[in-house]
């Protein structure tokens, strides 16, 4: 007798037991042992009539309460914002976690943001139950109204910051630029000069790169002191 253990678009991880039975069908990104079916990878769980297959994650990143993220304002509606942070769900920002006051009939929320934006938010609830709701009131949270964002893999992020954030400042100590890194793989960068936002920007890809080679961080410090020699700075 087939068993569907997954819901459909439920988040899977490499070897979560998704199936079970010889009339149920492995898809894309699944394996087989014996009569039972398995996630090969990070993705979704597509489940139609009876069989499994998973949609991948790549470059999507779930979220977590605390974590802070750098998100894009998708759509604007009357008492909140949507929030695209990179995951497999819209976050919502509402306008009491934005804005001291507020009145739905007089105000309008595109006065403070509006799509195409940027913010610097704090998760402060998801549950898989229902989308990520977030909060811009904090320090250093808010609207970006300066520098560049860029995007990496998410699970480059730890490379980018080290151990004990040795990465991050080595970047910031030899580009003397701000430098937020946001969990969902957004860094938001500030820097005194586009030629060492061009330098940082390269380092960063750099690191996204060859993060699973030894000796990065020595490769990283060599590439940053050659360039800003080569251009005098």
């Known amino acids: 007798m087939a068993k569907i253990y997954v819901a459909n678009r439920q988040i899977v991880r490499p070897g979560d037991l998704l ?26 769980a597509n489940v139609d009539n009876g069989n499994v297959s998973i949609i991948p994650l790549e470059g999507v990143a779930l979220p977590k309460e605390g974590d802070t ?5 998708v759509g604007v509606g009357i008492t909140n914002w949507i929030v695209d942070i990179r995951a497999p769900y819209k976050a919502i920002l ?30 402060i609830v998801f549950d898989r139950t229902r989308n990520p709701m977030l909060t811009i009131k904090g320090k250093g949270l808010g609207k970006i109204t300066e520098g560049i964002v860029i995007e990496i893999k998410p699970s480059r992020v730890p490379r980018v910051i080290g151990k004990k954030k040795t990465m991050l400042n080595t970047l910031t100590e030899m580009t003397g630029c701000n430098i937020v890194v946001g969990q969902n793989g957004r860094i ?3 820097c005194p000069n586009k030629h060492l936002e061009d330098i940082l920007v390269r380092a960063i890809k750099k690191i996204e790169d060859e993060a699973h080679i030894p000796g990065l961080t020595d490769r990283v410090k060599k590439f940053i ?8 700075l």
């Open 19 to 44: 199936a079970e039975g010889e009339d149920v069908k492995a898809g894309e990104y699944t394996y087989r042992i014996g009569s039972k079916i398995y996630s090969t990878i990070l993705g979704l």
């Open 188 to 190: 938001w960068i500030r």
């Open 69 to 73: 993220v750098i998100g894009l304002i």
């Open 94 to 123: 509402n306008a009491s976690e934005a804005l001291e006051s507020f009145n739905p009939i007089t105000d309008d929320l595109r006065r403070y943001l509006d799509i195409g934006d940027y913010i610097v938010a704090k998760i």
């Open 225 to 232: 002191e050659e360039e800003k020699k080569r251009l005098g």
